[in-house]
C-alpha cells in the first residue's frame, strides 16, 4: 500500500470528521444566548460588561430582596489602538427592562434610566446593538445597576393618634344609636 493510498482513503473520514465539526459549530452558533443571571441584587453598584461581533442581544434576569430604587447606565466602551482610532465600537445600543420574562411589560428604554419604587421581585433586561469596530466588528459595552434601597415608611405618633380617636368616635356614635334605638322602644 502506498502513501497514496493511505492519504486517499483517510480523505473522506477526515472530511466527514471536518463536518461534523463545522456542523456542530453553527447549530451552536444558530442557539439563543443564554440568560445571564446577574442573581439578588444588593444595595450599591453591580457592574457587568461583555465583547460582541456584529449584530448581538444579551438578556439578564436579576432579583430585588425589598422594595428598591433602581438606576441604570449602558455605555459603550471604545478601546482606542495606540490613541490612533478606536478597535471597537457598537452603534444602536439599547437598553430595556421588564417586569416579566416574556417581555411584555415594558417598564422603560434608553441607556441611563431612574426606577424608583420598584417593588420586590425579579426583573428580566435586554441589551442589543450592532458591533462595528473598523477591524472585526468589534463591539463593546457596560451595563451598570445602582440599586438603594427603600425603608417603608413608618407612621408618625400623631397618625396613631388620629386612628385612634376617629375610632373612639365612631365607637361613641354607634353607642349613642343604640341608646337612642333601645329608648324609642321602650
Do not use: C, W
Not at 459603550?76 to 445600543?93: A, E, H, R, Y
Not at 419604587?117 to 451595563?143: E, M
Amino acid at each position: 500500500m502506498n502513501v497514496f493510498n493511505t492519504v486517499a482513503s483517510a480523505t473522506p473520514k477526515l472530511l466527514g470528521a471536518l463536518s461534523l465539526v463545522a456542523g456542530l459549530t453553527i447549530s451552536a452558533t444558530a442557539q439563543a444566548a443564554p440568560v445571564i443571571d446577574l442573581g439578588t441584587l444588593a444595595e450599591g453598584t453591580t457592574t457587568y460588561s461583555a465583547i460582541h461581533q456584529n449584530k448581538f442581544s444579551d438578556d439578564f434576569k436579576f432579583t430585588l430582596a425589598n422594595m428598591s430604587n433602581l438606576g441604570t447606565k449602558t455605555e459603550k466602551l471604545n478601546i482606542s489602538f495606540l490613541g490612533l482610532f478606536d478597535v471597537t465600537s457598537i452603534k444602536n445600543l439599547k437598553f430595556s427592562l421588564f417586569s416579566d420574562a416574556a417581555h411584555t411589560h415594558l417598564l422603560g428604554l434608553g441607556l441611563n434610566n431612574s426606577f424608583n419604587s420598584l417593588s420586590a421581585g425579579n426583573y428580566f433586561a435586554t441589551i442589543s446593538g450592532k458591533a462595528n469596530g473598523p477591524l472585526l466588528n468589534l463591539g463593546q459595552y457596560k451595563l451598570s445597576l445602582n440599586v438603594s434601597s427603600m425603608t417603608p415608611p413608618v407612621p408618625e405618633a400623631e397618625t396613631y393618634a388620629m386612628l385612634l380617636a376617629g375610632l373612639g368616635v365612631i365607637g361613641a356614635i354607634s353607642r349613642r344609636r343604640q341608646q337612642k334605638t333601645s329608648t324609642f322602644l321602650a
